[in-house]
């Protein structure tokens, strides 16, 4: 008879969650990374250059072209873009690890990256969040706010965000994100509700057998 508390294990979920940049989508998914500890991001290969505030393996993994070229021959990414340039993919390996070892998986990528994803895994592993901001006003003051891009960039990002904005009937969840606490609540609300739907039949089915074997034990 068992003394230790009961659990049952879960295959892990891959959350995808894309926005418009300036829609609040760095801070939201950070906030996630520090609180739920049983999720880690996913670190893209790229092959631009690293810059100096960057750290390899944890900003990416800074790779050559040739190196990209036949990871994408070879089937080991599961989506991969060309922006500006550069290429930039998500190894497949660790993502596969992760799922496996009851890990989520959180992915920072744009909508073509999550159509590339939804066809290389399986469908049940994949949850899509798009984030919304409250107004087009709003959008362009934070863009401002952030004092990080001259204006011709700026208006590259707004343009960008006409263009993405579309894509948000694709998704499996929308946020608007008005106000970053609430849709931090709402983020996490979704993953633990997805959490829940993937414990797998046969592993509560163990967990239930075992359960029963103890209650026999203290009856008899």
């Known amino acids: 008879m068992s003394d230790q508390p009961l659990e049952i294990d879960r295959r892990g979920i891959m959350l995808v969650v894309s926005s418009p940049s300036g829609a609040g989508k760095t801070t939201l998914t950070r906030n ?53 340039g550069n290429c930039y993919g998500t190894p497949r390996e660790p993502v596969e690890a992760a799922l496996a070892a009851g890990k989520d998986v959180l992915f920072d990528i744009d909508w073509q990256g999550t159509q590339q994803l939804r066809h290389s895994v399986l469908a049940p592993d994949v949850i899509t969040v798009f984030l919304l901001p409250p107004s087009a006003a709003e959008l362009k003051a934070r863009l401002e706010r952030r004092a990080e891009d001259p204006s011709d960039v700026i208006k590259r990002r707004l343009e960008n965000a006409a263009d993405e904005i579309p894509h948000w009937v694709e998704y499996d969840y929308v946020l608007v994100n008005r106000e970053l606490e609430r849709s931090f609540t709402r983020l996490r609300s979704i993953l633990t509700a997805e959490r829940l739907k993937r414990v797998h039949p046969q592993n509560v089915q163990a ?8 209650l026999k034990g203290f009856a008899s």
């Open 32 to 84: 996630l990374l520090q609180e739920e500890k049983e999720v880690v991001m996913s670190v893209s290969v790229t092959t631009r250059a690293k810059r100096p505030s960057e750290i390899e393996g944890v900003h990416y993994h800074f790779i050559s072209q040739r190196q990209f070229e036949r990871m994408r021959e070879n089937g080991d990414l599961l989506e991969s873009a060309e922006v500006h």
């Open 207 to 214: 967990f239930a057998d075992q359960l029963l074997a103890d």
